[in-house]
């Protein structure tokens, strides 16, 4: 997942759709979202900067309260529960299939399967069970060579580096293993941070006390050595617990990003009643499973707020309306893609603030992430076809909007 902040609302040319023949196949109805509105609080700029120092360039964060969709077009189709997007230099994408194991290449309109041992080690190794198989992407910033995944396996969920040669991948090697897998809650969003380490959104296996356990890799947000040496999967410098923990009591996080002030921020699944927005600070502890949201709250509690050392989230909808996975930031906004709410939810940001939220796309069924692309337009990735979805014929996709 490529997360560096982008410029606002950047214009770029239209490209052509393309399309994969590949079937859509039936799965079971998600219910339907009601019309309510997601609540939302301060998002306020108190987040520390990356341990190795603030970010020191001149930045102007803000945009409008809402933008509208201008142009939107297909860029493929045909597409088996795919879980995570990554552009490459060139302007080419990579696109995960969960339950597949495979890494698709789209570029212009030519659409390739990766090869060579690392994805016929995929392939043999992913093992897709509910909401497990093969999950997140993220390509060294410095390295475009090297490519890091997250994934199932019979051991656990993990973490592996694989060199990426046009569309050759050579065989896997271990960066995390170990992290608890279960039918639900993997988690599975990794990110290159502003730091130049890579974080790792881990979910509790369905075992919520892990969530507290500073000894179990899961219910965290992990911050690692990713550099492609011996040291990958360590703990970074500046670490609050000297592990690779950088925060802990998440339930089950599927979006990452940063605005370019140093603020970072993580979408959450909730369980019955709330979804979160987090405002991330090394050492936090976001409350699960003593906590859903403000559910039970002391009377009182703002969003955002940290009450007997468990931090509230800055953003809160009901799971009916949200369901959140990956997040798309600017200087002028959050976008969060959202499963069950079926709609992309952006969240304008102030300098120091937030407007409400509003829905930006809702008529592509669920949507499992956003990400913007090098060309200045948002890439939205559709998730119909994961057995929880209503798949229309061409599904799932990744459809190309550019806002205003």
């Known amino acids: 997942m ?65 933008v509208e969709v201008v142009n939107r077009a297909d860029v493929v189709t045909g597409l088996a529960a795919p879980w995570d997007i990554e552009f490459l230099p060139d302007g080419a994408l990579l696109v995960s299939e969960r339950d597949a194991g495979t890494i698709k290449r789209v570029h212009g309109s030519a659409v390739t399967d990766l090869a060579g041992p690392g994805a016929a080690a995929l392939r043999d190794t992913v093992m897709p069970a509910g909401e497990g198989g093969l999950l997140g992407l993220a390509l ?44 639900n809650h993997d988690g599975g969003r990794i990110a290159f941070g502003p730091d130049g380490y890579l974080y ?87 409350g699960w499973p003593q906590m859903e949201a403000r559910v039970g709250a002391p009377a009182g509690t703002a969003l955002g707020a940290t009450v007997d050392g468990l931090t509230y989230p800055v953003a809160e909808w009901r799971t009916d309306q949200a369901s959140p996975s990956g997040l798309a930031i600017t200087n002028e906004g959050i976008y969060m893609a959202a499963l069950r709410g079926r709609a992309v939810w952006r969240i304008g940001l102030t300098a120091d603030a937030n407007h409400e939220p509003h829905r930006l796309v809702d008529d ?41």
Request: aromatic share 4%; proline share 9%.
């Open 2 to 66: 490529n997360v560096a902040p982008r410029a606002p609302l950047a214009a770029a040319a239209l490209v052509l759709a393309t399309a994969l023949a590949l079937g859509a196949c039936a799965s079971t109805p998600s219910p339907s979202p009601s019309a309510a509105d997601g609540v939302i609080g301060p998002i306020t700029a108190t987040a520390s900067p990356p341990a190795d120092g603030p970010i020191t360039a001149p930045q102007v964060i803000g945009g409008p309260a809402t």
């Open 140 to 183: 060294h910033p410095q390295d475009s060579g090297l490519l890091y995944v997250y994934l199932t396996r019979e051991d656990g969920n993990a973490v592996v580096r694989m060199s990426l040669d046009g569309t050759e991948l050579s065989a896997p090697t271990d960066v995390l293993a170990g992290i608890p897998r279960a039918r």
């Open 200 to 286: 790792v959104a881990t979910g509790d296996a369905a075992n919520p006390p892990l969530a507290q356990d500073l000894d179990s890799l899961a219910g965290k947000i992990l911050r690692v050595v990713a550099d492609g040496t011996a040291s990958d999967g360590t703990a970074a410098p500046g670490n609050p617990f000297g592990t690779q923990v950088w925060s802990y009591g998440h339930r089950n996080v599927q979006g990452l990003g940063w605005v370019a002030d140093g603020r970072m921020y993580a979408s959450e699944l909730g369980q019955n009643d709330r979804d979160e927005l987090n405002l991330i600070e090394p050492g936090a502890n976001y």
């Open 364 to 404: 592509l069924g669920r949507i499992r992430h956003v990400e913007w692309g090098p060309d200045g337009a948002l890439y939205v990735l559709t998730n119909n076809t994961d057995g929880r979805g209503d798949p229309r014929s061409g599904d799932d996709r990744i459809v190309r909007i550019q806002v205003e």
